[in-house]
């Protein structure tokens, strides 16, 4: 499964002086408004997914029971939250790409979580993860053409999915777009660009960006 791309953005954080190394931990809650303010969509990912990452590493080390993360002050929907730090520790602990579920519950031992649940994370955590690139992509300068050379495939995910806030490759370069560049807001002209704007820099089609704006 294709892995997060988040060196760059590790990078662009020491540099502003919010991380002091790969490894530091940085509190969301502790970050003074300016500087979060300046936080671009995918370091703003980067910091919750390493804060949550630290979390479930913490718990595991403790216990060395995955069913004791359940444990915690966390439910279901709180992991779904923190799925793609779950999936990548667990990936990284047993030195594996999960396949599917039933795959999950055999290495972990998991039983407090039904196989449904199980695989909830699992697609949770790809479609995260294949959503975090499309935003580093964007930031990184890629135009239109580019998103759509990344496949969900890569991260695991089938043509077409459920229970997301996406569907299909098409609505997820939407929202991250329309979350990028903060198309709620664009009708304030004097703070954002325009959408023909918008569409000029990612040279997208402007009938796509204006969808970006209404459907999202």
Same mark, same amino acid.
């Given at each position: 499964?294709?892995k =997060?791309?988040?060196?760059? $953005?590790v990078n662009? /954080?020491i540099?502003?002086?919010i ?5 530091? #931990? !940085?509190s969301?809650d502790?970050i ?5 303010m300046?936080?671009t969509?995918?370091?703003?990912n980067? +910091? #919750?997914?390493?804060?949550?990452l630290?979390?479930i590493?913490d718990v595991?080390l403790?216990y060395g029971?995955?069913?004791? $993360? ?6 279901v929907?709180? #992991? ?10 667990v990936?990284e602990?047993?030195?594996v790409n999960i396949e599917d ?6 290495l972990t =031992?998991?039983?407090? +979580?039904?196989?449904?649940?199980l695989?909830?994370?699992? $697609?949770?955590?790809?479609?995260t993860k294949? /959503?975090?690139d499309i935003?580093?992509?964007i930031?990184? =300068?890629?135009?239109y053409?580019?998103? +759509?050379?990344?496949?969900p ?5 089938p043509?077409?999915?459920?229970g997301q806030?996406?569907k ?5 370069i939407?929202?991250?777009i ?7 807001? !664009?009708?304030n002209?004097?703070l954002?660009?325009?959408l023909?704007? #918008?569409a000029?820099?990612l040279?997208?089609?402007?009938s796509?960006?204006i969808d970006c704006?209404k459907?999202?």
């Amino acid at each position: 499964m294709q892995k =997060g791309n988040y060196n760059k $953005i590790v990078n662009n /954080l020491i540099k502003k002086g919010i991380l002091k190394n790969s490894n530091d #931990i !940085c509190s969301i809650d502790s970050i003074a408004v300016k500087i979060f303010m300046s936080l671009t969509p995918a370091e703003h990912n980067y +910091l #919750i997914y390493h804060r949550d990452l630290q979390k479930i590493r913490d718990v595991y080390l403790k216990y060395g029971d995955w069913n004791k $993360i359940f444990d915690e002050d966390y439910n279901v929907d709180d #992991i779904l939250d923190m799925a793609e730090p779950f999936m990548d520790y667990v990936e990284e602990v047993y030195n594996v790409n999960i396949e599917d579920a039933n795959h999950l519950k055999e290495l972990t =031992g998991i039983t407090k +979580l039904t196989i449904k649940e199980l695989n909830k994370i699992i $697609i949770t955590s790809r479609h995260t993860k294949y /959503l975090n690139d499309i935003y580093i992509a964007i930031e990184d =300068g890629a135009k239109y053409k580019d998103l +759509l050379k990344i496949e969900p495939k890569d991260y695991g995910l089938p043509e077409k999915w459920t229970g997301q806030i996406t569907k299909d490759k098409k609505s997820a370069i939407m929202f991250v777009i329309h979350s990028e560049f903060s198309l709620d807001a !664009c009708n304030n002209l004097l703070l954002y660009p325009s959408l023909r704007e #918008i569409a000029n820099y990612l040279e997208a089609p402007l009938s796509f960006i204006i969808d970006c704006f209404k459907k999202y």
